[in-house]
């Protein structure tokens, strides 16, 4: 059983074009995140949501939206894709308690996507 | 700031040798440190984690590390490695005091560990 799951693994597509990637965790967990790996291996935060609040908002374009339509769900919708764009995409679930920020973050397999 | 640095890039050791990889790291109050490994096309998997107590933590795989507040580092460690060990290990660090659980991840470590 997949505890944090993305669809797709692999997405190829043409520059300008809208695509969305979607997370769903079985955790049972109340804050969801997503994060982006460059081609240097470099992982950064992007997006955070606390029980479908979003509370980490980098500085990403806004051509990128999470969006959460439940606590098991964060999606990310990205408008006209960039080359640049180009990167492996984590989505990840954790279990905040009263604040408490110490619980472990658990991943997806990420989604590969290329923008040509 | 909040920040992770892995000094090196790459660790070679020899299979049945002991294997540390590095971590350093900057945060306003105390640290919150954890410990990932990414095998290829993988996502990230937790090994450990440090939030108070013993310095001294033990994780999955037969890994370990070590906090040392002094030196503000964090290595991770094994006794023995094996060739299954090769893969790419990353730090990461959250602060304790007034954030939201942003993970801020080192620059990771390629380790290969040769027959």
């Known amino acids: 059983d997949t505890a944090v799951s993305q669809t797709p693994k692999y997405l190829v597509t043409q520059m300008g074009n809208d695509k969305s990637i979607k997370c769903e965790q079985n955790?049972?967990?109340?804050?969801m995140y997503w994060y982006k790996q460059d081609s240097k291996k470099f992982l950064k935060i992007m997006f955070s949501?606390?029980?479908?609040?979003?509370?980490i908002n980098e500085t990403v374009p806004n051509r990128f939206s999470p969006k959460s339509p439940d606590k098991a769900h964060l999606n990310l919708h990205i408008n006209s894709l960039e080359l640049g764009d180009s990167a492996v995409y984590f989505c990840?679930?954790?279990?905040?308690?009263?604040?408490?920020?110490?619980?472990?973050?658990?991943f997806g397999p990420g989604t590969r996507l290329l923008v040509l | 700031a909040q920040s992770v640095a892995q000094p090196e890039d790459q660790v070679n050791v020899a299979e049945g040798n002991p294997l540390t990889v590095k971590c350093t790291y900057s945060v306003s109050g105390n640290p919150y440190l954890f410990w990932y490994v990414q095998y290829p096309n993988r996502g990230l998997q937790f090994l450990l984690k440090?939030?108070?107590?013993?310095?001294l933590v033990k994780g999955s795989y037969g890994f370990e590390a070590e906090f040392n507040k002094s030196q503000t580092s964090f290595h991770l460690k094994k006794p023995s490695a094996l060739v299954s060990d090769s893969a790419l290990y990353f730090c990461a660090v959250r602060g304790s005091s007034g954030n939201t659980g942003k993970l801020i991840f080192g620059q990771g470590t390629t380790l290969q560990v040769k027959p």
């Open positions: 949501y606390n029980n479908k609040e979003l509370i």
């Open positions: 955790l049972g967990h109340d804050t």
């Open positions: 440090y939030i108070t107590g013993d310095n």
């Open positions: 990840a679930s954790s279990h905040t308690l009263r604040g408490d920020t110490s619980e472990t973050q658990y």
